[in-house]
């Protein structure tokens, strides 16, 4: 099973806050580190780690950092062919994370804007016989479309985790095979207020009306969502004391993906991808927290149905 992604790679600044600062606010962090991140290389060494064969596609700075990035991927396991090193400096996300788990996230794309589709065109062959490629938006949304379109003239499926949302041009959609976004990226997307049960069926409905093969609402504890042409449903979520919420997403994702490639029925694909997200959340940082496929499941072996 080869999987690729296609997207960013940042270094991530994380800082343990009692509370998240509000506007005008100087708060006093309680500690600090750095950590590999991104959601492109979040995913992909999540993919390692759960047993797929991955290549890495995006953009680093000639800089320390980016040698650092790339040496941490190397380590998981992931194939660095795809990932270029530019005159730009390597993007950097800096994390505040408060007590109970909770995040924000600003990013600086730096490298991450330096990936074109001139250069992803170079794995033509990798693309066109993985089993999935996935992407987010943290690249050029015109290098996104346009990796989109070929992917489908090459028949290769296509994920889409729209984060950080912004709107897509319509003519898109029906070339996504799945969507992932949260609660607040469907709403960006669709436009729509996506909170209530009622709202998110209905947000998301209107994403399978232009195209979309199969939407997946991801919703933090609640657990998630599905749709696609032959029904919905709400899957619940899995108890665990939440840490850090970061790359709980980029974990989901990936986890999806895989029970996917496996052929996992629906329903056992997102039940394992909740608990690969759940798993990410009890532990911090993007990529440290990410759980290997052992962990997963003696996990869900721990849980009664
Ligand atoms: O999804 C989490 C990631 O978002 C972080 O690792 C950060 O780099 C940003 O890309």
């Avoid at 897509?168 to 709403?187: C, F, G, R, V």
């Avoid at 959340?281 to 052992?294: H, M, N, W």
Wanted: glycine share 10%; charged share 25%.
């Amino acid at each position: 099973m080869k999987i690729v992604v296609i997207g960013s790679l940042n270094m991530d600044f994380n800082f343990k806050v009692p509370y998240l600062p509000t506007k005008g606010e100087t708060l006093k962090a309680v500690s600090f580190k750095t950590t590999p991140g991104g959601k492109g290389a979040n995913q992909v060494v999540a993919l390692a780690r759960l047993g797929a064969d991955v290549l890495m596609i995006g953009a680093v700075g000639r800089d320390d950092m980016g040698k650092s990035l790339k040496q941490s991927l190397l380590n998981d396991g992931v194939d660095i062919n795809g990932i270029k090193d530019v005159d730009i400096p390597t993007g950097i996300a800096f994390i505040t994370v408060d007590g109970v788990g909770n995040n924000t996230i600003l990013v600086f794309p730096g490298a991450n804007d330096g990936v074109d589709f001139e250069w992803i065109y170079n794995f033509s062959e990798e693309i066109k016989d993985a089993s999935y490629v996935i992407l987010q938006l943290e690249i050029p949304l015109k290098t996104v479309i346009n990796a989109i379109e070929f992917c489908y003239k090459m028949k290769t499926k296509v994920i889409l985790n729209p984060a950080p949302a912004q709107k897509l041009p319509e003519e898109i959609y029906p070339k996504i095979d799945i969507l992932t976004p949260n609660e607040t990226e469907l709403s960006i997307l669709t436009g729509m207020q996506a909170t209530r049960d009622d709202e998110i069926i209905k947000a998301a409905q209107s994403l399978i009306n232009k195209g979309v093969g199969r939407v997946i609402v991801t919703l933090g504890e609640r657990g998630c969502f599905y749709m696609d042409e032959e029904g919905h449903d709400f899957i619940e979520g899995f108890k665990v004391n939440p840490v850090d919420s970061t790359a709980a997403g980029d974990a989901f994702t990936a986890g999806f993906t895989v029970a996917l490639a496996e052929c996992m029925p629906v329903k056992d694909a997102l039940r394992f991808a909740g608990a690969v997200g759940a798993l990410t959340v009890t532990k911090s940082g993007a990529q440290e927290s990410l759980p290997f496929r052992q962990e997963v499941e003696e996990f869900l072996r721990g849980q009664v149905k």
